[in-house]
């Protein structure tokens, strides 16, 4: 059975969410638990690759290329993961899938709105 741990803070940068999520992660593990780490972001920039690494920090490339926050650099070493593309998602990049497939026409003319099509 799949459990769930969200560590929230808020808008602030710097805070320790990361490393704390980290940490937690590496002791969970510790205790023979199966641990998968998602950083979710609420920007509406579509990856923090075009963002002032004094406002956000610096950016961390998965191996698949994909240019996220420096937080999955933290899940991949202290809790020894694979991150990917799909361990970072922010709200900027789920509006643009959205929008893509309005633009293909696969939502036949509906008009599109967060809910039901973004939640």
């Not at 509406?44 to 075009?50: A, E, K, R």
């Not at 900027?92 to 036949?108: F, M, P, Q, S």
């Amino acid at each position: 059975m799949s459990r769930f741990i969200f560590i929230t803070g808020g808008v602030v940068s710097s805070l320790g969410k990361g490393i704390a999520s980290a940490s937690l992660g590496a002791l969970l593990q510790s205790r023979g638990l199966s641990v998968n780490m998602i950083k979710l972001d609420p920007y509406i920039n579509v990856d923090p690759g075009t963002m002032s690494p004094f406002q956000h920090g610096e950016v961390y490339v998965t191996d698949d290329g994909a240019e996220t926050d420096l937080d999955l650099g933290h899940y991949e070493r202290f809790v020894g993961i694979h991150c990917s593309k799909s361990s970072n998602y922010t709200t900027g990049r789920i509006y643009e899938n959205v929008i893509a497939k309005e633009r293909r026409g696969d939502y036949l003319g509906a008009t599109v709105q967060v809910i039901p099509h973004i939640t």
